[in-house]
């Protein structure tokens, strides 16, 4: 500012502006705040070094503009208090207090304190105004995000109860959708399952708020479009703003499809495993909405949970009605199971779960055995919900490192229900162990691969 040739602005030379204008641009100046003189009728800026950085590409043209101009819109927005003030000699004070600003060309939301008292000149009229501020949008960001992570938290806890004592799949899956629907305030969740060829989804489960039709049945995926589509078969959740416009579902070959379950914007997450598209939850919604980020990761974090939960409802039927299915079962999924049972001690292991641990098929199995099996570094956090399992009913899930002799090391992920005996003690966990390795190598190279 100091620099600034301010006797070719409208302003004139220095030498001849009033003391007060003067005595408060020193003030200013000389303030560690960001700090602006808003002069004369115009409210003319004049700005220390502090104030640079919220002005971004405005400055130096700022500098003894008029500050409407400057601003625009934002100026729009909070405009009234400062000409009140210069209306009333009252000072005001304002905290979080939003505002749309252009800055180096993009749009954005940010978040300020400020203040504003008036300037007096040498007959006792207010001339002006003397405003300081502090950007507070990082920290108004930071708190957003803590309260959205324990909103969320609450969230998937209550999901975990409602899921708890559910043994029934369907039951499972429209429990689940009608939380996650509510949540979001769309009108329908559903969840499918692919067949071996990954050619066709069954929709076996939904809930609605009354203004979709029930989605039942089986459909081709290939109907809703190839860009739709391979996006699901590459691991990623589609999230689509307008049906109408968006490229992967606006043409010929997909709109039909879409518009035969009056959809106007989706989310689909796909649940993957060991390489093969497994499961999609779909969230609908008969209105056209820009999904948040926040949104796309709890939708994601409910079709982990919902397959968990639908797996492990498979689980405990298959374990109510026959032994072999049980494991003709685990064996297409791919899972091992186990049974720990916390007041004898007992443990019990099929035969893909001591595959996955090394142990032999006539070994006699105990904790401290399967412990020596965990990677070390691993071990407090199995400790700690293991600790957790054998005092609390619910359900449990951790991945872990197991390393077998001879073997290399394999990521294991283990899914379980904790129940509880007639007496409400903790009697037991029924679980299954999943072999996440390859499917980790897989994510970790694809996201290395899309940087």
């Known amino acids: 500012m100091r620099a600034f040739d301010w006797a070719a602005s409208p302003l004139g030379d220095p030498a001849a502006w009033p003391q007060s204008l003067r005595s408060m641009i020193s003030v200013c100046l000389n303030s560690p705040m960001l700090g ?51 209306q009333t000699g ?45 950007e507070t949008t990082d920290r108004v960001v930071a708190e957003a995000e803590i309260r959205a992570d324990a909103d969320a938290k609450a969230f998937l806890l209550a999901l975990e109860e409602r899921l708890r004592d559910r043994f029934d799949a369907d039951a499972c899956i429209r429990a689940a959708a009608e939380l996650l629907g509510r949540r979001l305030g769309v009108g329908q969740v559903a ?8 050619e066709h989804v ?9 203004h979709f039709e029930p989605i039942r049945g089986q459909f081709a995926v290939d109907a809703f479009g190839p860009a739709f589509i391979r996006e699901l078969r590459a691991g990623r959740t589609v999230a ?3 049906i109408q416009s ?38 609908l919604s008969n ?42 079962a685990l064996a297409i999924a791919r899972l091992g199971a186990f049974e720990w049972n916390f007041l004898t001690g007992e443990t019990r292991f099929d035969q893909r779960a001591r595959d996955i641990f090394g142990f032999s098929p006539d070994e006699r199995l105990d904790a401290q055995k399967i412990i020596d099996r965990i990677e070390p570094a691993d071990r407090p956090s199995v400790d700690a919900e293991t600790s957790m399992a054998s005092r609390v009913v619910g359900q449990r899930d951790i991945e872990y490192r197991v390393r077998a002799p001879g073997a ?38 694809l996201r290395d691969s899309e940087e």
């Not at 004070?93 to 939301?109: C, D, F, M, W, Y």
């Not at 069954?202 to 009354?210: A, F, I, K, L, Q």
């Not at 090391?409 to 299954?432: N, T």
């Open 36 to 86: 602006a003189v808003l002069w004369g009728p115009d409210l003319r800026m004049f700005y220390n070094d502090a104030y640079i950085d919220s002005m971004a590409d405005r400055h130096p043209a700022a500098l003894g503009a008029p500050v409407a101009c400057v601003w625009g819109d934002a100026w729009t927005q909070v405009s009234p208090s400062f000409l009140q003030c210069l």
């Open 90 to 134: 009252q000072g005001f004070s304002q905290t979080r207090v939003p505002l749309p600003i252009l800055r180096r060309g993009k749009a954005e939301t940010t978040w300020w304190d400020f203040s504003a008292a008036p300037i007096r000149g040498e007959d006792g009229s207010i001339v002006g105004l003397f405003n300081q501020g502090v």
């Open 191 to 198: 969840y499918g399952e692919f067949d071996a060829s990954g």
């Open 202 to 210: 069954d929709v076996r489960s939904d809930w609605n708020d009354g």
């Open 240 to 242: 689509i703003a307008d």
């Open 246 to 283: 968006d490229p992967r579902s606006c043409g010929p070959e997909a709109l039909p499809a879409f518009e035969s379950v009056d959809v106007a914007a989706l989310v689909n997450v796909p649940v993957f495993k060991d390489g093969r598209l497994m499961a999609v939850l779909a969230v």
């Open 287 to 328: 209105a056209r909405r820009i999904w948040s980020p926040d949104e796309l990761a709890l939708a994601e974090q409910v079709a982990e949970r919902l397959w968990a939960s639908v797996v492990r409802m498979g689980t405990h039927t298959l374990l109510q009605h026959s032994e072999r299915r049980l494991e003709a």
């Open 408 to 445: 290399p090391i394999r990521l294991v992920r283990s899914l379980s229900d904790v129940s509880a005996a007639a007496d409400g003690r903790i009697e037991r966990v029924i679980g299954v162990f999943e072999d996440v390795t390859q499917r980790r190598e897989a994510e970790t190279r």
